[in-house]
C-alpha cells in the first residue's frame, strides 16, 4: 500500500471513529501527495473540514448565545468573552488552511474531459465560497463586508461552472442549496435566496427523468433540502429554524 492509499485508509477510519481533526490531518497528507484528487478523496476531504469547522462553529453559536442571557454574571460574561475569542481564532484558522489547500487543488488538470472539469471546479468553487462565509458569520465589521464579496465571488464561479452540469447533479444542487443559503444568512436577501433554490429545484423535478441512477440518493436528498428551506423561508419561519445546508 502507497503512502497516498494509507492516508486514505486512515481517513476512513477516523470518520468511523468519529475523530475529525486526525480525519483532515489524513487528508491534508493526501492533498500534498499531489495529482488529481478521485471523486471518493474529494468527498472525504469536504466531510474532514465540515465536521472539525462545523464543531467550532457550534461552540460559537452556543457560548455566543449564552453571553447574551439576562442571566449572565460579570466573571461568566468574561471567561465567555475569552473563548468566544479563542473560537474564532481556531474557526479562522482551519478555514484559512483549507481554502489555501483548495487553491492548490483548483489548478487546471489538462487531463479532465470537459464534465470533469466542470465538476472538479463547482465543487471546489463552492467550497471556497463555504469556508469564506464560515468567516463572514464570526467576522468583525472591519472585516466583513470584504470576506462576504469573496464568498460571493467563489459561488459565483462555481454557479458558471455549474451551468455545464446536469441539473440533477448532485454537486450542482448542493451548490444552489448553499449559494441560497449564502444569499438568505449573509446577504439578508430572501427573494434571491427563494429564487435560486426555487429555480434549482425546479430544474432538477423537470429533468427527474435523466437523474442517474448512482447519485439518485444523493441528488433526491439535496433537493429535499432546497424544498424544506423554501418551505421555511417562505412562511417566515426562518429566524426560528436553522437553515439546511449540505
Not at 451551468?163 to 438568505?184: D, Q
Request: glycine share 4%.
Amino acid at each position: 500500500m502507497d503512502n497516498r492509499e494509507s492516508y486514505v485508509q486512515e481517513a476512513k477510519i477516523a470518520e468511523q471513529a468519529e475523530r475529525y481533526d486526525d480525519m483532515k490531518k489524513a487528508m491534508d497528507n493526501v492533498v500534498k501527495c499531489g495529482g488529481k484528487l478521485s471523486s471518493e478523496e474529494r468527498n472525504l476531504l469536504s466531510v474532514a473540514y465540515k465536521n472539525v469547522c462545523g464543531a467550532r462553529r457550534s461552540s460559537w453559536r452556543v457560548v455566543t448565545s449564552s453571553l447574551s442571557s439576562s442571566n449572565v454574571t460579570p466573571s461568566q460574561l468574561e471567561v465567555g468573552k475569552k473563548m468566544k475569542k479563542q473560537i474564532e481564532k481556531e474557526l479562522n484558522e482551519i478555514c484559512t488552511e483549507v481554502l489555501s489547500l483548495i487553491d492548490d487543488i483548483l489548478k487546471p488538470k489538462q487531463e479532465d474531459s470537459e464534465q470533469e472539469d466542470s465538476e472538479h471546479k463547482t465543487f471546489f468553487n463552492k467550497m471556497k465560497g463555504d469556508y469564506y462565509r464560515y468567516q463572514v458569520e464570526v467576522a468583525g465589521d472591519d472585516t466583513k463586508q470584504a470576506l462576504t464579496e469573496k464568498a460571493r465571488l467563489a459561488y459565483e464561479e462555481a454557479n458558471e461552472c455549474a451551468n455545464k452540469l446536469p441539473s440533477t447533479h448532485p454537486v450542482r444542487l448542493g451548490l444552489a442549496l448553499n449559494f441560497s443559503v449564502f444569499y438568505y444568512e449573509i446577504e439578508n436577501d430572501p427573494e434571491k435566496a427563494c429564487g435560486l433554490a426555487k429555480k434549482a429545484f425546479d430544474e432538477a423535478i423537470a429533468d427527474l427523468d435523466t437523474l442517474q441512477e448512482d447519485s439518485y440518493k444523493d441528488s433526491t436528498l439535496i433537493m429535499q433540502l432546497l424544498r424544506d428551506n423554501l418551505t421555511l423561508w417562505t412562511s417566515g419561519l426562518g429566524d426560528e429554524n436553522e437553515e439546511q445546508q449540505e
